[in-house]
């Protein structure tokens, strides 16, 4: 049986209680780019109140672009704004009895390190100084998860449910019409066609192939709990079981 885990980032200011239900993991943001101590506190108990797992969402220190617009910074910055974001919210997870699972670095972070090799090695050596069992979750075949490959960290493919891709497997710029998919139905076709067969329809109307442990949806997207809940629905409904990254058969 083919299985995916179904992640979300939250902690950004959504109504995350009406999302939570449909997924099994959830990237929490750490206080830069969105949240802060109270929303991680509250975000990080319903999370585990409901059997999800958590993992970190650290992004770029710059809260007025939510963390979407390309920062530079040092390999060693770089690396201590992943490690600082990532010890903040795991003190929260352990407040509440839980335990940390992953790191999935936010907006323009993620997308550079997707294709900068120093940006990803960076992320990952944050990583890895925060726990080395730290599952690294990255754009599929990108920098970032060669990169936590190369430095013997866990790693996960992700693809997304609710983005458009282009021919080149990147994702399509926000600023594009038509890059969210709002549509419930066809973000649930995307993820049954990544899921289940491999492929993702891009921009342009080809096929790209996508191999992935989880897919994403975004807790800000218009309809976000309705989105999810058709995703998961129509998965479950086509045979492919939803279970969160470490389960026993979740590696594809």
């Known amino acids: 049986m083919t299985t995916i885990d179904l992640n979300a980032d939250v902690g950004e200011g959504m109504d995350d209680a009406a999302i939570l239900p449909f997924l099994t993991s959830v990237n929490v943001a750490c206080g830069l780019h969105a949240g802060g101590p109270e929303v991680m506190d509250r975000t990080v108990a319903l999370a585990l109140e409901r059997g999800v797992r958590v ?25 201590s704004l992943v490690l600082f974001q990532i010890g903040a919210l795991e003190a929260f997870v352990r407040a509440h009895g839980g335990k ?21 090695l960076a992320i990952c050596e944050g990583v890895r100084r925060a726990r080395p069992d730290l599952v690294v979750v990255g754009l599929a075949g990108s920098r970032l998860v060669a990169a936590a490959k190369a430095l013997e960290l866990p790693a996960a493919n992700e693809a997304f449910a609710d983005r458009r891709y282009l021919p080149d497997g990147r994702l399509m710029p926000r600023k594009e019409k038509e890059s969210v998919l709002t549509d419930p139905d066809e973000a649930a076709e995307q993820a049954l066609h990544i899921a289940r067969d491999g492929y993702v329809m891009t921009s342009t109307g080809t096929r790209l192939a996508v191999r992935a442990q989880t897919l994403c949806l975004h807790g800000d997207t218009p309809g976000a709990p309705i989105i999810a809940r058709t995703v998961r629905e129509r998965l479950e409904r086509e045979g492919v079981r939803v279970a969160p ?6 590696e594809q």
Request: glycine share 10%.
């Open 55 to 79: 993992g970190a969402h650290p992004g770029y220190d710059d809260r007025a672009n939510f963390g979407r617009l390309d920062v530079e910074l040092s390999d060693a910055a770089a690396t």
């Open 245 to 250: 990254l470490g389960s026993p058969v979740s």
């Open 100 to 120: 940390l699972v992953h790191v999935k670095p936010h907006g323009a972070l993620y997308n550079r390190a997707a294709r900068d090799p120093a940006l990803a």
